[in-house]
Nanobody, 123 residues
Framework: QVQLVESGGGSVQAGDSLRLSCTAS????????MGWFRHTPGKQREFVAGIDWGGGITDYAASVKGRFTISRDNAKNTVYLQMNSLKPEDAAVYSCAATRSSTISSPAAYEYWGRGTLVTVSS
């Protein structure tokens, strides 16, 4: 089992930045690859960014590439999502997830999920 807890969400203006954190505990070595997803009411869960255990492989949704950066600190069992130049359409509940799969962009590949943190962006 892996437990995931997100933090760092909040309300910001368009153009502002936020950094989300996801701290993992439990058998993290069994599901070492991590991803960030977002969800808004009436829409399907959307892949945002993913990162492998070593941090050498990352992937981003086209809508956030160049604005968001995923990183990790394995000593702290924490994955980060730095979000810059936020837009109103970025508003969502952001959840982190853990997987043993190398398919880090697919929600179906993830075994463990956090409860999410809310990001609101006003124009």
């Amino acid at each position: 089992q892996v437990q995931l807890v997100e933090s760092g969400g909040g309300s910001v203006q368009a153009g502002d930045s936020l950094r989300l954190s996801c701290t993992a505990s439990g058998h993290t070595d069994r599901s070492p690859n991590m991803g960030w997803f977002r969800h808004t009411p009436g829409k399907q869960r959307e892949f945002v960014a993913g990162i492998d255990w070593g941090g050498g492989i990352t992937d981003y949704a086209a809508s956030v590439k160049g604005r968001f950066t995923i990183s990790r600190d394995n000593a702290k069992n924490t994955v980060y999502l730095q979000m810059n130049s936020l837009k109103p359409e970025d508003a969502a509940v952001y959840s982190c997830a853990a997987t043993r799969s190398s398919t880090i962009s697919s929600p179906a590949a993830y075994e463990y999920w956090g409860r999410g943190t809310l990001v609101t962006v006003s124009s």
